[in-house]
């Protein structure tokens, strides 16, 4: 039979013939995922197929092979599985694994929308237990981002604040204050020497509250402040709107004297790169999560932390165990805050913010557990002082001293009315302490004060 051809293999050797070590570390995007594969009293599963179809679905395949799809065209562009790590499981109907993923950047760089297409697009629907867990950006790609304008160290510089840990007012309530009510909870927010100040995420343009207006009454109650003070904070002024306006929204705020931008990610990331790389728009700017938390369940934090990072945010919102809106593990959001503070060539870190519901009393935990290079947003937890506006932030002020000292909060707490009230009204957790080292705890190492 001399026109006879051996039977196609089951998976193609350009997607499957790969190591992390002999791609174009240059030229291919590396996602990571945990992938779960589960058919019911089945005991043969083909996860290798699933994971042909996952590594096509986000690059140059669909489910019936066609012409036009030459094998110069699959090499050049398609998805590359690199690396599989069987999680072993019990269950004879299941395969768990960990896999890498190598997307060629020739696809779409540096289209930030295309890119998320190959990397978080269709393939979540091959399995309804697909997380993206990390994503590992080539240098080619990377050297055409600037990533955050001001970052870390270009905030301390601004605000003249070289090593400690940065206090925020949320103004509240989310909706519904005129300019002149915000501007008054500003006012004494600042008079307590807080060193930042932003909207909340969903203020609007509304009936009672319009954008010039408030911005301009929170600048005047700056001022005022900074008159007695001497202390002009930041105030990040909420910008999100269609895209076609947030810039010019965001260059009519500077205009006016803003000295801070606040975008949620429901504009998008495409959005944020754009506001960031404006040569006009040279003020920092704050990122809030918003629409993350619906992603949760497919897309881990920390890969935000890095598009995020990736795409100029100077501050970002990050989860926290400690939150009133439990989100992720604490590692989950330990991570998340590693990632948006570890060097990354030129890219400069990102500010982490620990959020949702967090009160004085928790100052050393979060300090503890993410550094001093972080934000500690609050609203509740600031406005809700027994004491009222001014010693809620008075109180944020004392604390961060305090820690920075390396004075425990409980004792150092009756030298100041302020932070003493605080910790009356929320209380100061003890962190629960897991040992490790030895089953019999009386032979547990005393680390109180240590690691």
Known sequence: MP?????????????????????????????????????????????????????????????????????????????????????????????????????????WEPNVPMMLLSIAGNCFAYSPRLRLLDIAVPDDLLAKFSGPRFGVPGIREMMGIPDRPLSLHIIKPKMGMTPESTAGQVYQTCLGGVDMVKDDEMCSDVY??????????????????????????????????????????????IELGANGLLLTYSAGLSALRVLTSHPDINVPVLLHASHMIAAQPRIAWPVFAKLCRLCGADLMLTPTYWSSIPMVSLEEGIRTAQVKLAPWQHIRPTWPMPCAGVYPGLTEILVREYGTDIVIPAGGGMLGHPMGYAAGAKAWQQAIAVVMSGRALKEAARDYPELNAAVEKWGIPERPRTHWLRADPRFHPNTTRGG
């Open 3 to 107: 026109n006879a051809a051996p039977p196609p293999p089951y998976y193609d050797p350009v997607i499957f013939h790969n190591m992390l070590d002999g791609i174009d570390r240059k030229r291919c995007l590396v996602a990571t995922y945990f992938v779960e594969d589960r058919v019911a009293g089945e005991n043969f599963l083909d996860h290798f197929s699933l994971i042909q179809s996952i590594a096509l679905e986000g690059s140059t395949g669909t489910w019936e092979k066609v012409e036009e799809e030459t094998a110069d065209v699959r090499a050049r562009l398609s998805g590359k599985l690199v690396g599989y790590y069987e999680i072993p499981s019990p269950e004879t109907d299941t395969k768990r694994a960990v896999i890498q993923l190598a997307f060629p950047i020739d696809a």
């Open 208 to 253: 009672n509250c319009a954008f010039e207006d408030r911005l301009r009454a929170v600048l005047a109650a700056i001022a005022r402040a900074a008159s007695q003070t001497g202390k002009k904070p930041i105030y990040f002024v909420s910008i999100t709107d269609e895209v076609d306006k947030i810039v010019p929204k965001a260059l009519r705020a």
